[in-house]
């Protein structure tokens, strides 16, 4: 870990992690144009021990940037290709029978790509219901059951799943239940003008970027473990729950427009993620404590997944954007 012969202090750790933060994302920067937006709201869930959800068309280096941020955070990657005759022992693994008895057992269990550090989960949407809740237990627990046995997760675990806006004929729309089970909808946009035109002089020339490690395995886990210390006032969880609490329309507190248009709204989880992701959020800008901008900086992402929206606001084209605009607003 960080300084293990000498033990420094959490304020000392929290301006360690703002350096090796801005080193981070000089390296991501060798390989991804722009997209600071998205590569902050990536890193703060993976030091709140969240997974995350990215949408966005094709060609906007979802895939690339979710290896390149692997590599810079030196851990072992694994890509499932989702598809529609995936099966779950094709992420979780399969025993199989040893004939020749070399381990002693008739039976041999062979761990699938999910027993890695971060797994991408390309376009999830394209497989079956069945084998996307083979994540679900891995999300939650960090753990996989097979053939009766428990197997637990090497640690840190993240999942990072892409998905397609377009092109939605044969594919399979997440349940809440495992979209609540990401902590961040994160959207890519397409690039600026001039950030295009560096894109396309990288990959039509020679360039060859070099990725140095910038954090170890043992510093995600401790940097995770100090975004758990940070202190938060009693006014800013009180801000989160308000927000989360008043986005359900059986609440007697509501606003009429989320009677109207909403017909879910945000769960527990949505609360802890916003403190959570409010903790990451000040502590890689070099803050010691979470204030109510923070909370409202990432509501995004961690909202617009969980607020489903009814038939009025179909009609009215209303999206959920626009309600947790409109939430923070009243």
């Not at 960080?2 to 350096?19: G, R």
């Not at 021990?49 to 940037?65: R, Y």
């Not at 949407?125 to 083979?134: D, F, I, L, V, Y």
């Not at 989320?258 to 989880?269: L, T």
Request: hydrophobic share 40%; charged share 25%.
């Amino acid at each position: 870990m960080i300084n293990e012969e000498k033990k420094i202090s959490d304020t000392e750790l929290v301006k360690t992690l703002k350096a090796k933060y801005h080193g981070l994302k000089s390296e991501i920067a060798k390989i991804i144009v722009g997209q600071d937006r998205v590569i902050e709201q990536v890193i703060i869930s993976i030091l709140s021990k969240g997974h995350c959800l990215l949408i966005g068309v094709p060609g906007l280096a979802k895939t690339l940037l979710v290896k390149t941020l692997s590599e810079a955070l030196d851990l072992k990657f694994s890509r499932i290709q989702f598809t529609p005759d995936l099966m779950p022992s094709d992420i979780t693994g399969t025993e199989i029978f040893d004939s020749e008895g070399q381990t002693g057992k008739k039976f041999q269990f062979i761990k699938g790509p999910v027993f890695a550090n971060m797994i991408l989960a390309d376009e999830i949407n394209r497989t079956p219901p069945k084998t996307q809740s083979a994540l679900l237990e891995a999300m939650q627990e960090h753990k996989i059951t097979a053939a009766g046995t428990t197997y637990t997760l090497d640690e840190p675990f993240f999942v990072l799943a892409t998905q397609n806006p377009i092109e939605q004929e044969g594919t399979y729309p997440l349940p809440e239940a495992q979209l609540d089970r990401f902590m961040f909808n994160v959207l890519l946009d397409y690039p600026e003008f001039m950030e295009e035109i560096e894109v396309v002089k990288r990959t039509t020339s020679m360039y060859e970027p070099v990725l140095s490690p910038v954090f170890s395995k043992k510093e995600i886990i401790e940097f995770q473990e100090l975004v758990r210390k940070v202190p938060v006032s009693d006014e800013v969880i009180s801000y989160s729950v308000s927000i989360a609490s008043k986005s359900r329309p059986g609440n007697s507190n509501a606003p009429k427009f989320i009677k109207d248009y909403v017909s879910w709204g945000a769960g527990p989880r949505a609360s802890q993620y916003l403190i959570l992701g409010a903790k990451a959020l000040s502590i890689i800008d070099g803050r010691y404590s979470p204030s109510v901008e923070d909370i409202r900086r990432i509501s995004g992402p961690v909202l617009r997944h969980r607020i489903l929206m009814n038939f009025n606001a179909e009609a009215d084209n209303i999206k959920a954007e626009e309600i947790i605009k409109r939430l923070f607003e009243n």
